[in-house]
């Protein structure tokens, strides 16, 4: 039997305590964003290519499976628990390091990587962006992304609880 190692992605998956080092070797400008990304789906992998094509590479900060719980999206969220998360997210070739946050904002994990760049989908507006203040503080940019389609996980899932329910 051949033994197999582990996919290159896997090591775009970053714990947060060594973020600052792994964070110096990319190339700037530096793009943040933040998310559960629980099951990906069409217009998170459009969001992400758009989010990179503002800088030179994309630090994914993802919630931890607790955080995503606080968030209220239901309590058997997230269907895919963080290892699983940060796989599939690091596997994205736009994505260039992943990590996390425990908190209820990434703010910490802001202020600690100082991105030049900071994105969030459509639904945010840029003065309720956490970190917007500080990023356009240090002279960074804040950028809004429309969707382009109109897809949530919490559909997808009410999708699929309605067709067991037919089964």
Not at 7 to 17: A, G, H, L, Q, V
Not at 53 to 63: K, Y
Not at 100 to 117: G, H, N, Q, S
Not at 130 to 153: D, K
Request: aromatic letters at 6%; hydrophobic letters at 40%; one cysteine or more.
């Amino acid at each position: 039997m051949t033994p197999y190692a582990l996919p290159d992605f896997e090591n775009k998956i970053c714990p947060p305590e060594e973020l600052a080092g792994r964070i110096a070797s990319l190339p700037r400008p530096l793009v943040f964003t933040n998310g559960c990304f629980d099951i990906l789906h069409r217009g998170h992998v459009t969001y992400l290519a758009q989010a990179r094509a503002q800088g030179a590479s994309l630090l994914v900060a993802l919630n931890t499976d607790e955080s995503v719980r606080r968030l209220g999206k239901g309590d058997d969220r997230p269907i895919n628990r963080l290892p699983e998360r940060a796989a599939v997210m690091a596997a994205l070739a736009c994505v260039d390091l992943v990590t996390w946050f425990d908190a209820d904002t990434p703010l910490e994990l802001i202020l600690a990587t100082r991105p030049d760049v900071l994105v969030k989908g459509g639904d945010w507006t840029v003065d309720k962006i956490v970190g917007s203040r500080e990023v356009l503080g240090w002279g960074g940019a804040v950028h809004s992304i429309p969707f382009l389609h109109q897809t949530s996980t919490t559909a997808t899932l009410e999708k699929i609880r309605k067709a067991e329910g037919q089964a």
